[in-house]
């Protein structure tokens, strides 16, 4: 602890040593990467000051070694770190990954700077250093940013983009002229090379992140707000805001993101052939008038698992996107009632009751989209044909073996 205040004291000292000889504010920009994390960038501010101390401030800092990080991380306990060090550092940690490294440097007044560096002082406070970081509305980009329109006094007039693609990615950046976006759509895009992370984020994430969003809030992903403020004006006389811009680390291409996963091993093609062989199995069980218990047994099974990982997203975590979450209808612990239930044979209509319900559930869930408007992710809706499928052949061969003989 008492390395801590010392290395605390020292930060404090240098921002403000740096408040009186403070020549230039940057905001620094990376280009996406392999790691799921990396895949909007990431960004930092740079101060440097005219006689020759050249710092870097990076809000994308957590603590593997904090006590149940994983726990704290996966319920959405994610706090992140603000951190101070020299840039020559910050670019040497990132150069080996290849990434291209940008800097923007800024057109501010000194009190404008003077602002700036008091409010990253702030940042770095040991109160405050610690944050609870948001995936799309506080992260390592939307932290400097505002620090740069308070210091600018809300001033700041964005420049929406032209359409454009990034070099490293092959990712395509449309501008909307009027159509409306949303995150999910927005995150889909730089994810396009994942689809299992972005059928997890769609399986995860409720409708919170299907509202439309304005240029701003695309300005999540650090990628974009490159692009946002390249030509964006502010201060009292509305001036061009960066005034230069410099590569840091050029790109090599080592560690662009992967290629695109190959069609056979999306979550399309998985839920296609599942499809398959649910028609096929269920086309025989009609035949036999026999339901194949084994088989409601994986795939319920596997329902079952996802329905309670959204319960504990739903109920137990933290994360502000996860509710409300109306895969729920589809996908909950009621899933285990086929799984069970099938197998014992005076249990059965309760299954047969369960199937009825889900029926229903499943039908409000489609139906329902155009008023609860969450997106689903294109294989859902082939995932439920499956759940469809299975639930009225066993009402069917329920109600023909059991209800008409009695």
Known sequence: MKYLKFITFLVLAVIAGATAAATRISLLTQDAGKEIYELEGHAALRIVTDDGRDMAVNWGVFDFRSPNFAYRFTSGQTDYLCVMVPTDMLVAEYAPSGRRFREQVLDLTPQEADRVIALVEENLRPENRTYRYNYVLDNCITRPYNIIRRALNDSITLSVPAEFTYSNTGITVPRLEGEQTTFRK???????????????????????IDRPITELERGFS?????????????????????VEENDLIAETGECSPSGATPWYLTPMA????????TIIITVRDLRR????RWFDT????????????????????????????WLYLWLNPFCIIPVIFEWIK????????????????????????PLHGQALDPAFPVLIA???IRALSFIYIYRITYIRRA
Request: hydrophobic letters at 50%; proline letters at 4%.
């Open 186 to 208: 927005e995150m889909t895009r730089y994810h396009h090379n994942y689809p299992w992370y972005q059928f997890g984020i769609n399986l995860a994430l409720g409708s919170g």
């Open 222 to 242: 650090p990628l974009y707000m490159h692009e946002l403020m390249a030509g964006a004006t502010g201060g009292f006389d509305n001036r061009p805001l960066v």
């Open 270 to 277: 998985c839920a296609i052939a599942l499809l398959a062989l």
């Open 289 to 292: 008038r026999r339901v194949s």
């Open 298 to 325: 994986l795939l319920y099974s596997l329902f079952f698992i996802a329905g309670m990982v959204l319960t504990f997203l739903i109920f137990v975590s933290v994360h502000e996107a996860t509710s409300p979450n």
């Open 346 to 369: 005076s249990c059965r209509r309760v299954v047969y009751c369960y199937q009825f319900c889900n029926f229903a559930a499943l039908l409000l869930l489609v139906a329902g989209i």
């Open 386 to 388: 499956c759940d469809v």
